[in-house]
Each structure stands twice: as structure tokens, then as C-alpha cells.
């Protein structure tokens, strides 16, 4: 690997924390004024096995969080140069689409916790899917700022 393409994996990495962050507070805000459980969904690992024997305190849960998004803005970035998007409006939708996707692909994993919203929940689907399409527009809008990834 080339210095300048770990230099664009490392930006593409710090893309993925600043997004990560971002919806964590977004879905944490959301959580708190509506009470529908997105920020405890967003965390849960309970369909993990060995790690959900385990007790994890907040800031855990949210670091384990932000290194998933970390890697998928990573992925992004591979996906972005291999199909050669370039364009800014196309990769402010490419982003927001594979974001939005791997939020509803994801969205049945509540099913696996008493915790988290039931999977038939109208209201936390709808705030989940919002705030997947709002952080793949955060990575699209941070890639496309960054003409030379």
C-alpha cells in the first residue's frame, strides 16, 4: 500500500469517528426526548455471543460503536474508489444509501433484546433508518469535501 492511499484510509477513519459520534449523539438526543430506544439499539451487543455475557459500561458500548464505524467508513472508501465515484452528488448518495441499507439491514437485530425496541416498532424504525441516512450523508459530505479520496 502506497503512503497516500494509508493517508486516505487514516482520513476515512477519522470520517468514520467524526460520523460515529455524531449519530451516537443524535440517536442519544432522540432517545431522551422521545423514549423510543434507537441510542440503546445502537449500542446493544446482547446478539454477540461471549461479549453478551458481559456488563459494559457506556463509553464502551459507544467505543465498540465507533470502531464499527471507523471500518464501514474504511469499506466506503474502497467501495467509493472501486466503482469510481467521483462526483460529489454521487457520493453524497452512494453514502446515504449503503448507510441507509445497513441501518435497515441491521434494524432486526432488536428483535434479539428486551432492551431495544420491538422490531415492529414504527416510530424507532423510522428515527433508526433517519439517522443512518444522517450519518451516510456526514461520511458522503466529509468524502466529498476531500476531493482526493
Known amino acids: 500500500m502506497l503512503i497516500a492511499d494509508k493517508r486516505k484510509v487514516a482520513k476515512a477513519g477519522w470520517y468514520g469517528l467524526i460520523a460515529g459520534i455524531i449519530l451516537s ?7 431522551q426526548i422521545t423514549q423510543v430506544k434507537v441510542y440503546t ?12 455475557r458481559y456488563y459494559f459500561p457506556e463509553i464502551i458500548e459507544v467505543s465498540f460503536h465507533l470502531v464499527v464505524s471507523i471500518l464501514l467508513s474504511m469499506v466506503l472508501l474502497a467501495v467509493l ?10 457520493i453524497l448518495a452512494w453514502c446515504t444509501a449503503i448507510c441507509t ?6 434494524f432486526p437485530t432488536t428483535a434479539l433484546s428486551d432492551r431495544t425496541p420491538a422490531v415492529t416498532s414504527i416510530p424507532a ?22 476531493r482526493q479520496l
Open 25 to 31: 449523539i443524535v440517536f442519544k438526543l432522540i432517545e
Open 41 to 52: 439499539l445502537l449500542l446493544n451487543v446482547d446478539y454477540i455471543p461471549i461479549i453478551n
Open 81 to 90: 474508489q472501486h466503482e469510481r465515484v467521483t462526483t460529489g452528488g454521487h
Open 101 to 106: 441499507l445497513i441501518g435497515l439491514l441491521l
Open 125 to 146: 424504525l423510522s428515527y433508526w433508518l433517519a439517522g443512518h441516512a444522517l450519518y451516510g450523508l456526514v461520511l458522503g459530505f466529509l468524502f466529498k469535501r476531500d
